[in-house]
């Protein structure tokens, strides 16, 4: 419900603001509220009735809609965690290379929803309805019978593993690591600078802040997907020993996985509330509130 309230809160507040603001940023973390709440209200109450269902009632065509939708929001959000770290690492990395900025925001952000839709279209084909040989009225949507090989299968789930968890970690590590290393590299210069001496508390604090968002930001992406794709990995390496595990467990362990898209508004929202509540004490003008869920490092705009 918190996630909710601050998705929603955010997305409104962000709107507003888009009408007299045109940052990149509010606009990605609009995209980023949206694809939380694809997840949160869309593909977990799916997977939530279809894990307490019995048989498939909702036919084919709903099989296949439902294994996209499936994805596609846990895709849409890695992906636009990606553009916000890029966006930032370039903002501070390269602050410089001013050229078509919002041009560069667009595109990535279509990258990131076609990127989506291309990555989601496969599980339309690979899953569908099948009927249980011996018992006529069971029916499910599943993968069976879909791939000619065990190899082809274990290929597909590889795919998905690298676009939707190794890609967008290696990126966010990457970018934010540099962006803490530059933000170093700038405080240990001004040490030596007397006349710039003002600017280091400045680098402090940014440093601090940008230390602890980039450790919560990767935890909690690891934290929430990494025990999905170590008992993914398990199956894949010893499938007979995998099947043992009680069925409730491995989709429990995907429904944590997918918590990932309600702690993100968390996790930003509440580093930013903190921010607002020390900066309206100092000024009360519009440009030093900052609004929650302003996630992305409001402090390199």
């Given at each position: 419900?918190w996630?909710f309230?601050?998705?929603?809160?955010s997305?409104?507040?962000?709107?507003?603001?888009?009408?007299?603001?045109?940052?990149r940023i509010?606009?990605?973390?609009m995209h980023?509220?949206?694809?939380?709440?694809?997840?949160?209200?869309?593909?977990?109450?799916?997977?939530?009735g279809?894990?307490?269902?019995?048989?498939w009632k909702a036919?084919?065509a709903?099989?296949?809609?439902?294994?996209?939708?499936r994805?596609?929001?846990?895709?849409?959000s890695?992906?636009?965690?990606?553009?916000?770290s890029?966006d930032?690492?370039?903002?501070v990395i390269r602050?410089?290379q001013?050229?078509d900025?919002?041009?560069?925001?667009?595109v990535?952000?279509?990258?990131a929803?076609v990127g989506s839709?291309?990555?989601?279209?496969p599980?339309?084909?690979?899953?569908?309805v099948?009927t249980?040989?011996?018992i006529?009225?069971?029916?499910q949507?599943?993968?069976f019978?879909?791939f000619?090989?065990?190899t082809?299968?274990?290929?597909?789930?590889l795919?998905g593993?690298?676009m939707m968890?190794w890609?967008p970690?290696?990126?966010i590590i990457?970018?934010?690591?540099s962006?803490?290393?530059?933000?170093?590299?700038r405080?240990k210069?001004s040490?030596?600078?007397?006349?710039?001496r003002?600017?280091?508390?400045?680098?402090t604090?940014?440093?601090?802040?940008?230390l602890?968002m980039?450790?919560i930001i990767?935890?909690v992406?690891f934290v929430?997907?990494t025990p999905?794709y170590v008992?993914?990995l398990?199956y894949?390496i010893d499938?007979?020993?995998?099947y043992k595990?009680?069925?409730?467990i491995?989709?429990?362990l995907f429904l944590f996985?997918?918590?990932n898209?309600c702690?993100?508004?968390?996790?930003?929202?509440?580093?930013?509330?903190?921010?607002?509540n020390?900066?309206?004490v100092?000024?009360t003008t519009?440009?030093?509130?900052?609004t929650?869920?302003s996630l992305?490092?409001?402090?390199?705009?």
């Open positions: 419900m996630s309230q601050l998705i929603c809160v997305m409104r507040v962000m709107l507003r603001k888009k009408r007299t603001s045109k940052s509010h606009t990605m973390l980023l509220a949206i694809a939380d709440l694809l997840v949160t209200f869309l593909m977990m109450p799916l997977e939530i279809w894990a307490i269902t019995v048989s036919g084919d709903m099989c296949r809609i439902m294994a996209f939708f994805m596609f929001g846990l895709y849409l890695s992906f636009i965690l990606v553009c916000i890029v930032r690492y370039y903002a602050p410089l001013l050229w900025v919002d041009k560069r925001g667009k990535m952000l279509c990258l929803w839709v291309v990555c989601s279209m599980q339309m084909v690979v899953f569908h099948e249980h040989p011996n006529s009225w069971y029916s949507c599943v993968t019978n879909t000619p090989t065990y082809h299968e274990i290929t597909y789930s795919f593993m690298v968890y890609l970690l290696i990126v990457y970018t934010y690591t962006i803490l290393l530059e933000i170093c590299r405080s210069k040490e030596h600078d007397k006349i710039r003002s600017s280091m508390g400045f680098l604090r940014a440093k601090i802040r940008t602890k980039t450790v990767v935890a992406f929430c997907w999905y008992m993914s398990w894949w499938r007979q020993s995998a595990v009680d069925q409730r491995q989709k429990g996985a997918c918590t898209s702690m993100n508004p968390i996790v930003y929202g509440v580093f930013n509330i903190r921010d607002r020390k900066t309206s100092r000024s519009l440009e030093t509130r900052i929650p869920l992305s490092l409001k402090l390199f705009e």
